[in-house]
């Protein structure tokens, strides 16, 4: 049996950002993310997953624009079986300068200088995933009394016309 080991980032969101902090307003920068493979707060695996954020300083802090996407596995809701979704979210938080600029979220500039996205992008992705996931559209689920899977073929138990 061949164990197959995947390598996933230990930050995967984490970058600089302490070179904007001194910067004039209105500069900016974008970050650039790709993975075949991630996991965000050790309990959310998402494959092709892409994303951009645009730092930008403002004169209360450093405003964070970000896209991101990519694909989880859910559980389809009739049939019960693993289905891939693909998530995809856009957000604006602000990482304050100082408490007396803090907005609701209470992100702060860190003081060593760098930003890990990695629980807001989770958080916003997260959101993303339907309350009532389908493998496909026209799912038939499953048969009410033995359990046999209806997209695979029909039981004995189903109804006739």
Do not use: W
């Amino acid at each position: 049996m061949t164990e197959i080991h995947i390598h996933l980032p230990k930050k995967p969101l984490r970058f600089n950002v302490g070179f904007l902090v001194g910067a004039p307003i209105g500069s900016s920068r974008d970050f650039h993310f790709e993975y075949p493979n991630v996991r965000l707060q050790d309990d959310f695996d998402l494959t092709d997953f892409t994303g951009v954020a645009r730092v930008g300083r403002t004169p209360q802090g450093l405003l964070v624009q970000g896209t991101f996407e990519g694909d989880t596995v859910v559980q389809c809701v009739r049939c019960l079986n693993d289905t891939r979704q693909h998530l995809a979210t856009e957000f604006d938080e602000l990482y304050a300068f100082s408490e007396r600029s803090m907005t609701d979220s209470g992100l702060l500039v860190p003081e060593d200088g760098y930003i890990d996205l990695e629980g807001v992008v989770r958080d916003y992705l997260m959101i993303e995933i339907p309350i009532s996931p389908l493998c496909k559209p026209d799912c038939k689920g499953l048969c009410s009394v033995c359990g046999e899977d209806l997209n695979k073929g029909s039981c004995e138990h189903q109804l006739t016309p």
